[in-house]
């Protein structure tokens, strides 16, 4: 009996060994990086072998970019740029960050294909190079264009459960993200989008989000869309397509196209929450014959109109909508302060200068305390010269009102 009880608890003791997690580790990349290096900031990998899969990189790991500009080699038209192939794990996953404060910029694009599940990309830049000195206007009409001679770029997500992507820069792109089913369960949180898309003979071509879901919840939460060729949000499909299931909420989109959400399948499950919309119209539901439910809350469009199209279930409760025509109310300024939920020392402050006061007041108690420094940016303009600069003494911060609708990035630190 002694043996066997011996045997049990020899047995007990390697089982503990064996389901006891090891400690993440931190890997690093740098523009100079190679293959066989050591994963180190002394021995750095290049981007492309850790991104795809090829290196030992573990579920709770987390993956340091370094600064600097990362070209992918293939420029053809269709080019995917980086595949992402990393295979985190459900309450532990891989986190791929750019250099903290630094500019980590990928040109050509990045592309999350299967294996990948429950991965957390954030802090980075991603553009195509070529759309700073080649035309924007094409002669050839559709989608895909073959004259269009240059990368795709942007974010594409195909696959990855319980993946989130974080307060990302995507512009000057042919897309900012192409957010598809596969994606389950993920979230697209933070991000800044301009500028993304071309010009064709037959309309503008390229959104700043287009996006489809069928299972699981998807939310697209605090981003901010400006300029670009077509849609904003573009959460559309055909009859074969699904747009199911999504959180919309505290999202910004200015001086752009539209903020649709719907399609040609009847849509379930739709929760359009508190974004801002400003010369940008929203509609939910398209050319579906029918749609189940939709909540459409809080929302502010300014100088354009809300349509919603054939639901059986709709809540349409405190939206403020004032059309191109339509009198502003005589109120003070209302500043919205909206913290990052995954970053402390962030958060898009909202201007609404309804009686198109000189100056505004910001209040961000919500992110900085007395004596913290502080950095008010442009969307369009994250790593050049700040809006404004200063030191919080606990009192609202006086900036000059650049006109009835203002947003600015609030980031903590010099």
């Known amino acids: 009996m002694r043996t066997i009880a011996w045997g049990l608890c020899v047995g007990i003791f390697v089982a503990v060994l064996v ?63 980086y595949e992402v192939r990393l295979v985190g794990q459900e309450n532990n996953p891989i986190h791929v960050r750019g250099a903290a404060g630094q500019r ?60 989130k992507y974080i307060n990302l820069v995507i512009h000057d792109n042919a897309q900012g993200v192409s957010f598809w089913s596969g994606a389950t369960d993920s979230e697209l949180h933070g991000c800044i989008l301009y500028d993304n898309g071309w010009k064709a003979p037959d309309r503008g071509h390229g959104h700043a989000i287009y996006t489809q879901n069928q299972n699981g919840v998807k939310t697209i939460s605090d981003c901010i869309m400006t300029g670009g060729y077509s849609y904003t949000m573009h959460a559309y499909g055909s009859s074969r397509a699904y747009v199911d299931h999504y959180l919309i ?53 300014l100088g354009a109109g809300l349509a919603i199209h ?44 309804w009686a198109k006061q000189p100056t505004v007041e910001i209040l961000p108690t919500a992110v900085l305390r007395p004596g913290d420094r502080y950095r008010l940016l442009d969307p369009r303009n994250v790593y050049g010269q700040p809006v404004a600069t200063g030191t919080f003494e606990g009192k609202p911060i006086r900036m000059a009102a650049p006109g009835e609708f203002a947003v600015w990035v609030l980031l903590k630190g010099d």
């Not at 502003?328 to 302060?337: D, E, F, L, S």
Request: glycine share 12%.
């Open 249 to 301: 909420q505290g999202n910004v989109a200015y001086d752009a196209g539209p903020f649709l959400v719907g399609g040609g399948r009847p849509s379930r499950g739709l929760r359009v929450l508190d974004n801002y919309l400003y010369h940008v119209p929203m509609q939910i539901g398209y050319s579906a014959p029918h749609n189940d439910d939709c909540q459409v809350r809080g929302n502010v469009i």
């Open 310 to 353: 054939k639901f059986k279930h709709v809540v349409n409760e405190d939206n403020l909508v004032l059309g191109k025509e339509s009198p502003w109310p005589k109120r003070p300024a209302q500043v919205i302060v909206r913290p990052n939920q995954y970053d402390p020392g962030r958060a898009h402050v909202i201007v609404l200068n």
């Open 104 to 163: 980590v910029t990928i040109d050509g694009g990045l592309t999350v294909v299967a294996p990948s599940t429950h991965l957390w990309i954030r802090d980075l830049e991603i553009l195509v190079s070529e759309n700073f000195t080649m035309p924007r206007t094409v002669k050839e009409p559709g989608s895909h264009p073959a004259d269009y001679g240059r990368p795709w770029g942007g974010l594409n997500v195909h696959t990855g459960a319980g993946s």
């Open 19 to 81: 389901a006891r997690p090891t400690a993440a580790a931190s890997w690093h990349v740098a523009p100079a990086g190679q293959p066989d290096g050591a994963g180190t900031k002394e021995s750095p990998w290049d981007l492309a072998s850790a991104l795809g899969g090829k290196q030992k990189i573990a579920p709770g790991d987390t993956l340091w970019i370094a600064a600097g500009t990362y070209k992918h080699p293939n420029r053809k038209l269709g080019s995917p740029g």
